[in-house]
């Protein structure tokens, strides 16, 4: 899923700062240390970085065998 440019409930711009937060995270910091250095203060901003799930990575591998099974299908057909 692709960060929100903008909190949903506040408006206020999160997208920038979503890379640096998820980089920290993974490095071992703590969420509630990284917002907070980040300043972000509002709990419904936190909430928009702290529940996004990158499912790409999860979702990706699926359409590339669905390609691979339609270009054999395809071949089959001919």
Do not use: W
Request: hydrophobic share 35%; proline share 4%; charged share 35%.
């Amino acid at each position: 899923m692709l960060i929100p440019i903008r909190c949903f409930t506040c408006g206020s711009l999160i997208a920038d700062r979503y890379e640096e937060f998820k980089k920290r995270v993974k490095e071992g910091e703590e969420p509630e240390k990284v917002l907070n250095s980040l300043e972000i203060k509002r709990y419904c901003c936190r909430r928009m970085l702290l529940s996004n799930v990158d499912i790409i990575e999860h979702v990706l591998p699926y359409y590339e065998i669905l390609a691979e099974r339609r270009a054999e299908y395809q071949s089959d057909q001919y």
